[in-house]
Nanobody, 122 residues
Framework: VQLQASGGGLVLAGGSLRLSCAAV?????MAWFRQAPGKEREFVAATRLSGGTYYADSMKGRFTISRDNARNTAYLQMNSLKPEDTAVYYCAAVRTHLPVGSIFTPLRYDYWGQGTLVTVSS
């Protein structure tokens, strides 16, 4: 298994969760996507091996992506959670550089974790 995601759970609106994605190697990009029931998978955030970060506009200010290169692990700190954040969150990774416009595209990622469910109740 290349990626192992963890940290999901049930939280009240306004609460926080931290997701972790443990990788077996130092992927160039590690990212989080999410998929709510009946909706397409959407980009949440990504981090580059050298330290750059990228966010979906709706997540800026509430979510923070980080990575520990010594542990090959990426984290997603989610604050001020809303019921509409309820989804299965997937970590994804790719070994190669991506054009900036491709970072947000699920098809550009070669490796996926198993998903972790985040449920935000009102």
């Amino acid at each position: 298994v290349q990626l192992q995601a963890s940290g999901g759970g049930l939280v009240l609106a306004g609460g926080s969760l931290r997701l972790s994605c443990a990788a077996v190697e130092p992927f160039y990009y590690m990212a989080w996507f999410r998929q709510a029931p009946g909706k397409e998978r959407e980009f949440v955030a990504a981090t580059r091996l050298s330290g750059g970060t990228y966010y979906a506009d709706s997540m800026k200010g509430r979510f923070t992506i980080s990575r520990d290169n010594a542990r090959n692990t990426a984290y997603l700190q989610m604050n001020s959670l809303k019921p509409e954040d309820t989804a299965v969150y997937y970590c994804a990774a790719v070994r190669t550089h991506l054009p900036v416009g491709s970072i947000f595209t699920p098809l550009r990622y070669d490796y996926w974790g198993q998903g972790t469910l985040v449920t935000v109740s009102s």
